[in-house]
């Protein structure tokens, strides 16, 4: 396949700059079941309406971090890092980063963030333009500076978007609603470096709706990495890109969830491509549900791979020629997933992380 064959035009204004006014009033596109009949149009409050007694919903719980910060070098000039991941081949607070200017960020160099309350060493450059930094101190006390001076890392067509609409420049565009709304309401575990998209819909009273009609909830981890966003080589072939490692938990009572609804027939439903990214990875078709506990996953679903852990996705509308658009395009077709995004444009949908969301079943021959 090639990567060309998954791109579609997008009018930049329905990129979605801002979060709709509440979580749950943002809009939910339907995709019907059998191609033969309409989608629907509606709001993703009206979830409920497609859910039943007995589904298991499985949402992934992970945390963002504030990973976007600025410094100083001691000659005083500005420092953007961009937190990635733990690097966990050294010793103390350790991550790796981007950091912009880079090409002066060479090893050994000092930054200064908050005042001095925290310092940045560059312990090693890495040829893919990364750097990992040595925080200190680490610990709490690192992420105590991280709460106060981190900023979240917000996707940049999102500040680009703002840029244009308010002309300033981007890293001024960092706003208040960022701190609570590029979060899940039922975010717990900290780790990721984005948010999981498809749960920012959710709201305490729409959970409280489905749990009491009998939904059942239950979550994974999966710690989002910037590798989740990097779009693939234009005119490449889709099965040459390389996924980069994400970490993954699966709690032992989602793992036997997911066991009693596939032995009682009834359905699961995946919040995200991350949380479909870990079941697929933890599925074992000798157990007929997902092994509990952690793991790493690189897996990449495009057409052809068969998925097996979940009937119905909840999930945005994503980027072009990007793995996640791949991953949806798995479950119901690339020519139908390209037509329905056709439709989503004619609607006026907004798009990407502060977008609306869709329904899609798998289809399933």
């Not at 979830?47 to 919903?57: I, M």
């Not at 960020?105 to 750097?131: K, P």
């Not at 077709?333 to 444009?345: F, Q």
Request: aromatic fraction near 6%; include cysteine; hydrophobic fraction near 40%.
């Amino acid at each position: 396949m090639n990567v060309e064959d998954f791109t579609f035009e997008l009018p930049e204004e329905l990129i979605a700059a801002h979060p709709a006014p509440q979580r749950d009033a943002s809009r939910l596109l339907v995709v019907a079941p059998d191609p033969s009949e309409p989608n629907q149009h509606r709001r993703f409050r009206d979830l409920k309406d497609y859910l039943r007694p007995g589904d298991v919903l499985v949402m992934n719980n992970s945390r963002v971090i504030p990973a976007r910060l600025f410094g100083a070098r001691p000659t005083g000039a500005l420092v953007e890092m961009l937190l990635l991941e733990r690097d966990h081949e050294l010793d103390g607070e350790a991550w790796k980063a981007m950091v912009r200017p880079g090409r002066k960020a060479r090893e050994g160099e000092t930054i200064l963030i908050g005042d001095g309350a925290l310092t940045a060493t560059v312990a090693r450059c890495h040829e893919n333009g990364e750097r990992t930094l040595v925080f200190t101190p680490g610990g709490e006390a690192f992420r105590e500076v991280l709460r106060q001076h981190g900023r979240m890392p917000i996707p940049p067509y999102i500040l680009k978007r703002r840029a244009e609409e308010l002309h300033l420049p981007a890293p001024a565009l960092h706003l208040p609603e960022d701190e609570t709304r590029y979060q899940t309401v039922y975010a717990e575990q900290e780790g990721s470096i984005a948010a999981p998209t498809a749960g920012l819909h959710f709201t305490p009273e729409l959970l409280a709706e489905l749990e009491a009609m009998g939904v059942e909830r239950h979550f994974v981890t999966l710690h989002v990495g910037a590798g989740t966003f990097v779009g693939m080589a234009e005119g490449g072939r889709v099965e040459d890109h390389q996924m980069h490692t994400e970490h993954y938990d699966v709690t032992a009572s989602t793992s036997e969830a997911i066991a009693r609804a596939r032995r009682e027939g009834r359905r699961v439903v995946a919040v995200g491509t991350t949380t479909v990214r870990t079941l697929e990875s933890a599925w074992d078709e000798a157990l007929g549900t997902v092994r509990p506990g952690p793991g790493e996953t690189r897996i990449m679903i495009h057409p052809g791979v068969r998925v097996r852990a979940f009937d119905l996705l909840v999930t945005n509308f994503h980027l072009p020629r990007s793995t996640l658009l791949l991953l949806v395009s798995a479950l119901i077709g690339r020519e139908r997933l390209l037509d329905i995004y056709t439709e989503a444009i004619a609607e006026k949908y907004r798009f990407f992380s502060y977008g609306d969301a869709m329904l899609v079943p798998v289809i399933r021959s």
